[in-house]
């Protein structure tokens, strides 16, 4: 793939927009708050919009047409069966007790439902995470621009974590949650006309289903075995593994993207955040599932397409969404693309860096370092942060070309260390019991029941590094599985030392607990500014999309 | 600063140049499609650019 001057017009004219953003946001920064934490104050769509765009990463944009291309339509159970219900539990159940605890990140959530300990294994656990995703989303991109382009991986990773660290540091989180929409629109607008194309290009939905075997083009009819299904899971690892313990972890607890809901003006825009979000989320399987689906039933129609081998001889899925782009798109439009493909890797990144930045700055050095400092101290310390969060990313990215399949460790780590999280936040925010001990104990054995299951089961030939005492028919059913096991084990423990500890009293509990903090009724507002009509809603479209797909 | 604003206008400029790339190398298709894909892409981008920009401009208006 090359491309001509217009593509290139294309991406100067997009990045000069970037940095234009970060420049005139730049006055806007005058405290650590409005640096970290946009100083609550961005209105309701631009942070729903923020909230899905931040997980839209290129990483996750390639990744799901590979698995379209790989397992089907049944990819979109990441949407409709765990993002969507996920998102709406956040925005109703969730959001009165971080946004109403005034807590500025979730680990401080964590201090101050429970104690220091459970919000340092968060902070430092969280932290770690986020630079190994910003590392992996550079390297991810350098390695497509090196691929795809032929551009030099060293000066793709460097000119593009220097534009990242130029807006962030500009204009802190205001610019990242700024850009990260912009970049969603651009998502949106640069790749609708390639589902379009290959779509109809392969007949249509209907002839998509003629061309390719009926477990790719049913959701659900074949769920009950494993065997059956591309993906090689069932019901129950499904809907337990991934609709809740996964979606439900990574949702309503990764501060990456709570933090955008947290940016919000008010307690009911908060709310509202995740809600709205779920209208767009809804459709995006349409523009970054429906392609790799239609480049399978391009295969098999004698077009001239093919997706390209790779190292094992099998064909290389996540070459799906690049090859359909190099088949459709004229220059012009793929400038815009490929343009779409980096804004998506370098929001990933600014995203990560911009939660890290903050968990760092509030939980790590204001808490351990250097607590009673005046609030421009902490916003100098932000802003180095900033700077040391993307070298640190630059860093994990060489440290990443040492692995070969990306998403796998994203997956290893977001089922090791997020899984058992949402037990804990399930029993701090609902049941006023739940002591600090028991917390902690579930949390940690929650963990460690992660790696052992992890250690001790193999799938795909990988895990099982002590013992194998289970084979899982796939991958997939692996991470769900040590899901649904380091939850239970943390919710059990969690509740098992709560009992044999002593209780927090109720005062002081006020404001993050249920039945301890005031849900506001917002009976005033119009209908659509009210979380219940936009639920139903948005339930009865998912319904129609489940029955219609099934 | 009201996120519409740039957005609006880097939409509507990003679609006058698809729609100008469309019409004067109406020729630049790809392999799979003989569809003018930069023309019909454009038009719909600087529908969206204007959309936004026009939101924009009744904010500011009922605000003075």
């Not at chain 1, 500009?170 to 990242?176: D, E, I, R, W």
């Not at chain 1, 593994?241 to 439900?248: A, E, N, Q, T």
């Not at chain 1, 930045?357 to 939980?363: E, I, L, M, Q």
């Not at chain 2, 894909?37 to 605000?63: D, E, K, P, Q, T």
């Amino acid at each position: 793939m090359k491309l001509a001057p217009v593509d290139y017009v294309i991406l100067v004219l997009y990045f000069a927009f970037v940095l234009g953003i970060g420049w005139r946001l730049r006055k806007r920064i005058s405290s650590s708050g409005d640096f970290l934490m946009s100083g609550r104050s961005v209105p309701v769509w631009i942070t729903s919009l923020a909230f899905i765009a931040a997980n839209l990463g290129a990483v996750e944009l390639i990744g799901m047409a590979a698995s379209g291309a790989k397992y089907g339509i049944m990819t979109a159970h990441f949407y409709w069966l765990g993002a969507i219900p996920a998102m709406l539990f956040m925005g109703i159940f969730m959001m009165p007790f971080y946004y109403g605890s005034k807590a500025r990140s979730v680990p401080e959530y964590l201090k101050l439902r429970f104690d220091e300990k459970t919000r340092a294994f968060n902070a430092f656990s969280f932290a770690i995470m986020t630079i190994f995703s910003s590392g992996i989303s550079m390297y991810a991109l350098g390695l497509l621009l090196h691929l795809v382009l032929g551009w030099s991986f060293n000066v793709s990773v460097l000119a593009s974590a220097a534009i990242v660290l130029a807006y962030t540091f500009l204009g802190g989180l205001t610019s990242a949650i700024y850009n990260e929409v912009l970049q969603f629109f651009l998502i949106v607008l640069g790749f609708a006309p390639l589902a379009i194309l290959s779509v109809s290009k392969a007949g249509g939905w209907r002839g998509i289903v003629a061309r390719l075997p009926p477990n790719m083009t049913h959701a659900w009819r074949y769920m009950g075995s494993p065997t059956e299904n591309p993906m090689g899971v069932e019901l129950f690892g499904m809907i337990a593994g991934l609709g809740f313990v996964l979606s439900f972890g990574y949702w309503c607890t990764n501060f990456l993207v709570v933090q955008r809901a947290m940016a919000a003006e008010s307690m009911s825009a908060a709310r509202r955040t995740p809600l709205v979000g779920t209208l767009p989320k809804m459709f995006l399987p349409f523009i970054v599932i429906m392609p790799g689906i239609a480049a399978i039933a391009l295969t098999k129609m004698n077009v001239g397409y093919a997706l390209p081998p790779n190292a094992a001889g099998g064909p290389d899925y996540t070459q799906a969404l690049t090859t359909l782009m190099a088949q459709f798109y004229p220059s012009g439009i793929l400038g815009l693309g490929m343009t779409g493909l980096m804004a998506s890797f370098m929001s990933g990144m600014a995203g990560n860096v911009t939660a890290f930045n903050t968990v760092f700055t509030y939980d790590i050095y204001q808490s351990y370092i250097r607590p009673n400092a005046d609030d421009h101290h902490y916003l100098t310390v932000g802003r180095v942060t900033t700077v040391v969060g993307v070298l640190l990313s630059i860093l994990a990215a060489y440290v990443a070309t040492r692995y070969n399949n990306i998403m796998d460790l994203l997956q290893l780590v977001f089922g090791c260390v997020n899984a058992p999280l949402f037990a804990t936040f399930l029993l701090g925010m609902f049941w006023r019991r739940t002591t600090a001990h028991g917390a902690f104990a579930g949390l940690t054995l929650g963990t460690g029941a992660a790696v052992m299951t992890l250690c001790t089961t193999v799938a795909e030939g990988k895990g099982g590094w002590i013992a194998n005492w289970h084979q899982f028919p796939s991958q997939m059913a692996q991470n769900f599985w040590i899901a649904i096991i380091a939850f239970a084990v943390c919710f059990v423990i969690s509740v098992a030392v709560s009992l044999f500890t002593t209780p927090r009293p109720d005062k002081e509990m006020e404001g993050l607990v249920y039945g301890l903090t005031k849900i506001p009724h917002d009976a005033t507002a119009k209908w659509y500014e009210r979380p219940a009509p936009l639920t139903a809603i948005v339930i009865v479209l998912l319904v129609i999309l489940n029955i219609w797909f099934r | 600063m009201d996120l519409r604003v740039p957005s609006g206008w880097f939409f509507a400029l990003t679609g006058l140049i698809l729609i100008g790339w469309g019409l004067f190398a109406p020729d630049a298709t790809a392999p799979l499609t003989t569809v003018n894909v930069n023309f019909y892409s454009g038009i719909a981008m600087l529908v969206f650019g204007i959309f936004l920009l026009l939101l924009a401009w009744r904010a500011v208006r009922s605000h003075s």
